[in-house]
C-alpha cells in the first residue's frame, strides 16, 4: 500500500464484540489500516467502546448505525466512509440477515428480509464502490465477501439463509472478473462454523467433533484469511470462493 487512502476498510456487520466483523476490524487495524464499521442492533454502548479499542491501536475509526435493509443505504453509507475517513480500497461485506426457517415457515416476508441484507445490499454495495473506484482513478482495491458454505453440504431449516448467502458466492465470480481490469479483486470466505455469540454449549458439543483439527474455529481464524486476501500478497487471486474450515467434516 503506498498512501493514506490505501488503508481504509468497510467492514460492515460489526455488531458485537465476539463477532467476526470485530476480529477482522482488530486485525485490519493492527496492520494499519483505517476501519470504518457498521453496525444494527448493537448494545447502546458498545460501538463506542470498540471505537476507542481501534483508536487506541494507532488508527482512525469510525462507526455507523445502519440498517443495511434500506434500498439506498449503499449510497448512503459510502458517502460517510468518504466524509469522515476518504475513499476506501478495502469493502468486506460481512453483515447478514439469518433467521432459521424450514419449508413449512418459508414466506414471502422472511426470504426478502433475507434478500434485503444479504443479497440487495453485498450486491449493491460492491457496484456502487467498484463504480466510484473507477471514477476516481484508483488502482488498488478489494472486496470480500461472507459465504457459509452452502454448496458443500444441505442446511436444513435454514432455508432462506441458504438461498441468499448461496447466491453470493456466483455473484463473486462473475463481478470478479468485471473488475478484474479495473485492479479490483473480489474474493468470498467461508469460515465455516464460527464460535462467535450465536453458538451455545449444546451446539459446541455437537460441532466440535465434527472438527478434524481437533477444536470448532474463532473469529480470529476468519479474520486471518480475510486479512490475507485485503493484503497486497493476495494480488493475484481473484473470484475464488476460499473454504477456511479447519478440516470441519460434513457427516
Known amino acids: ?52 479499542e481501534i483508536s487506541a491501536m494507532g488508527v482512525r475509526c469510525e462507526g455507523l448505525e445502519i440498517d443495511l435493509s434500506k434500498v439506498d443505504s449503499h449510497l448512503f453509507l459510502l458517502d460517510e466512509v468518504s466524509k469522515k475517513l476518504g475513499f476506501p480500497s478495502i469493502l468486506i461485506n460481512n453483515a447478514a ?46 472486496i470480500i465477501n461472507i459465504t457459509s458454505g452452502q454448496d458443500l453440504g444441505p442446511m436444513p431449516g435454514n432455508l432462506a439463509y441458504v438461498a441468499t448467502k448461496g447466491a453470493i458466492s456466483a ?45 470448532i474455529g474463532l473469529p480470529e481464524d476468519a479474520a486471518r484469511i480475510i486479512a490475507f486476501l485485503a493484503s497486497e500478497e493476495a494480488n493475484w487471486i481473484t473470484g475464488q470462493v476460499i473454504h477456511s474450515e479447519g478440516g470441519f467434516y460434513r457427516s
Request: with cysteine.
Open 1 to 52: 500500500m503506498t498512501n493514506k487512502q490505501d488503508k481504509i476498510a468497510i467492514i460492515t456487520g460489526v455488531s458485537n464484540q465476539r463477532g467476526i466483523g470485530a476480529a477482522v476490524c482488530r486485525k485490519l487495524a493492527s496492520q494499519g489500516l483505517d476501519i470504518f464499521f457498521t453496525y444494527w442492533n448493537a448494545d447502546s454502548e458498545w460501538p463506542d467502546i470498540f471505537q476507542r
Open 171 to 215: 455473484f463473486t465470480l462473475s463481478l470478479s472478473a468485471e473488475l478484474a481490469p479495473l485492479g479490483i479483486t473480489v474474493n468470498a470466505v467461508n469460515p465455516g462454523p464460527t464460535d462467535s455469540n450465536w453458538m451455545t454449549d449444546d451446539i459446541r458439543k455437537y460441532l466440535q467433533p465434527k472438527f478434524l483439527m481437533g477444536r
Open 97 to 142: 440477515h439469518s433467521v432459521d426457517l424450514g419449508y413449512m415457515d418459508l414466506d414471502t416476508k422472511s426470504l426478502d428480509e433475507h434478500y434485503n441484507v444479504n443479497i440487495r445490499a453485498t450486491c449493491l454495495l460492491s457496484a456502487e464502490f467498484a463504480r466510484r473506484f473507477q471514477e476516481m482513478n484508483r488502482m488498488w482495491g478489494r
